[in-house]
């Protein structure tokens, strides 16, 4: 089993920024792409942004130029740096990591989430 704990959120004004941090730990065999989404009050998950590891990154239309992912493969560490936050960036941002065994098989681990609250 594979767990990611994420840290990071918070109640900001728009326009502030917030840094996400997520780690995973446990039984882990080869962590692959990580990534982020999050989910707003009556709304379906969405993705954010993900990042394989050789570093190539995708990002959803509404935060591109303002979010910036990035890892650390060595910590089994995410990272989401957020900018020009917006009302609208307000949701619960959760981490999701892909662990491949030997076999090849790919499990999906998604962490418990973290509260984003951008103001007005």
């Known amino acids: 089993q594979v767990q990611l704990v994420e840290s990071g959120g918070g109640l900001v004004q728009a326009g502030e920024s917030l840094r996400l941090s997520c780690t995973a730990s446990?039984?882990?065999?080869?962590?692959?792409?990580m990534g982020w989404y999050r989910q707003a009050p009556g709304k379906q998950r969405e993705l954010v942004a993900f990042?394989?590891?050789?570093?190539?990154?995708n990002y959803a239309d509404s935060v591109k130029g303002r979010f910036t992912i990035s890892r650390d493969n060595a910590k089994n560490t995410v990272y989401l740096q957020m900018n020009s936050l917006k009302p609208e960036d307000t949701a619960v941002y959760y981490c999701n990591a892909d662990d491949i065994h030997p076999d090849a098989t790919r499990y999906s681990y998604w962490g418990q989430g973290t509260q984003v609250t951008v103001s007005s």
């Open positions: 446990g039984s882990i065999f080869r962590i692959n792409a």
């Open positions: 990042i394989t590891v050789g570093g190539s990154t």
